[in-house]
């Protein structure tokens, strides 16, 4: 069922929610949830909340600047690059989640499921033609793990821009000359690699989050920097009035993430004493994926002084208690949850959603923020995506002496298409073709939404149906 927005629809029993479904207008479609695979609401008594970029959603383009800006500073303090570092300026129109680095050739790749490349970027420069098959035979590049880095989440979106850009600088400076590993610098022409270049950004971002320089910007603005959505206190405490339960699973540590969630739930008008009391159970310093494999130490958290302290000690105050570090199976126990009947709200499509299906019987709701803008355009461009799907069926059905000219206009149709979305594309696809991140949404999430407060559109009882596919064979 869907609630109208700005309704005053209270929380009651489910039934007396369900009652009403049949007077409730239709969902917006922005505030919908998709289904990949079927699932029965009713059966889920368990719903476990990641926090960054979930239930704590950052404000872009605001927070991807503060990031972009102390990385470049953190590269020529400690690092030691030039001043001019410092005017690159971060672009929103450029970036897009899902991206691959190749460290060996300086790339920024868009691919789909097997590596076939779909775009390719140097810094800012679109490679095509000879000049890519020439550093990709095939036009292919497999996932290889030393050469190979995924900027899986939104906190990798700085980071992509800030890769394109010093890759772009370095191109353009007078005492630089391109090598195919890197650049010569300077009048001793020292070598610099891609792969080097890439390890220091990385390490400057590494840098922000280990030493909590981004989180306490953060913090110092919370304004600024994080969305509030209304919604999400109905979220939380309509899944507690049904007797279901809730609980935090979050890879922040608990400084961080306590004001984050006082920011979110508490306000003056607010009954609870505690953020923590829209949790059963508040776990910090998850290390997602290794949650769902082997796990780490499981400890209790001094919630005054932030320390950690063994399981056993007797705690000093009497706020609910907070957890951290685990694995799954004790989640599972604690909650006194099967498996199947948890359902797990997460970003990161690695570390919340594909080692969760692998690893665990926990059901998935994968979070995808962009998804909002993304159907806007799509909306946009529908007919532009009908053009494509008739070239594509009709190039394959011409003689391959005719195929020049279809090839050609199917080429231009999926530049089109991908710039209205960013330099870097769409991140489900690059004209019909789905990338690796749109591929593994489809294969792992099974639902996924805009905003996990779309959840507040839905009945505890509602039944996603998931989606019906169909071989080719059964197409005829």
């Known amino acids: 069922m869907a609630f109208q927005d700005g309704g005053s629809i209270g929380y009651g029993s489910d039934d007396s929610l369900q009652d009403l479904a049949d007077r409730s207008s239709p969902i917006l ?48 303090s400690s690092f030691s690059y030039p001043q001019e570092i410092l005017k690159l300026e971060y672009n929103p129109e450029f970036p897009c989640r899902g991206l691959w680095f190749d460290k060996e050739h300086g790339n920024l790749l868009k691919v789909d499921q097997f590596g076939r490349i779909l ?35 939104l906190f990798n979106i700085a980071e992509t821009h800030l890769l394109a850009s010093i890759v772009h600088y370095m191109d353009n400076r007078e005492d630089a000359m391109v090598t195919t590993e ?15 270049m890439f390890e220091d950004v990385r390490g ?19 304004e600024k920097y994080i969305k509030k959505d209304e919604r999400l206190i109905g979220v939380l405490t309509r899944i507690r009035e049904s007797g279901r339960k809730t609980f935090l699973l979050t890879n922040s540590d608990w400084w961080y993430t306590n004001h984050i969630m006082t920011f979110l739930l508490q306000n003056n008008s607010n009954e609870k004493e505690s953020w923590l009391d829209y949790f059963d159970l508040t776990i910090v310093d998850a290390c997602k994926p290794t949650f769902f494999n082997k796990g780490t130490n499981f400890k209790m958290v001094d919630t005054c002084t932030g320390e950690k302290v063994d399981l056993n000690s007797k705690p000093v105050h009497e706020r609910p208690v907070v957890y951290s570090g685990g694995d799954h199976h004790t989640v599972s126990n604690l909650l006194g949850a099967d498996g199947p009947d948890v359902m797990y709200c997460g970003d990161h499509l690695h570390a919340d ?18 998804l909002e803008y993304e159907m806007s355009v799509g909306l946009e461009q529908g007919e532009l995506m009908n053009q494509l799907q008739n070239l594509e069926r009709i190039c394959g059905q011409v003689e391959p002496e005719d195929q020049d000219g279809f090839r050609r206009r199917i080429k231009d149709g999926v530049k ?3 710039r209205s979305f960013a330099k ?24 996924y939404t ?19 596919i169909l071989l080719p064979h059964e197409l005829q």
């Open 450 to 468: 805009g905003s996990v407060c779309n959840l507040y559109s839905y009945s505890l009882q509602h039944r996603f149906i998931g989606t019906q």
């Open 119 to 153: 775009m390719c970027c140097h810094g800012f420069r679109l490679l095509e033609g000879e000049e890519l098959r020439k550093l990709y035979p095939h036009k292919i590049q497999r996932k290889e793990e030393k050469r190979i880095y995924i900027m899986n989440t």
């Open 204 to 222: 400057s971002i590494d840098y922000l989050h280990d030493e909590k320089l981004l989180k306490q910007k953060t913090v110092e603005n919370l």
């Open 29 to 76: 479609k922005q505030s919908k949830i998709f289904d990949n695979r079927g699932i029965h609401l009713e059966k889920i008594q368990f719903y476990g909340f990641d926090m960054d970029y979930t239930l704590c959603e950052y404000i872009s383009p605001e927070f991807d600047i503060l990031a972009f800006n102390l990385a470049k500073e953190f590269l020529v």
């Open 416 to 418: 089109k298409m991908d």
């Open 424 to 447: 870097t594309g769409s991140i489900f696809r690059a004209g019909t073709r789905l990338s690796y991140f749109g591929s593994n949404v489809l294969a792992w999430a099974d639902l």
């Open 353 to 370: 959603v594909v080692k969760c299906r692998k690893l665990s019987e926990w059901r998935t709701l994968l979070i995808v923020p962009e």
């Open 182 to 196: 890197g650049w010569l610098l300077g009048s001793e022409k020292k070598l610099k690699t891609f792969k080097q």
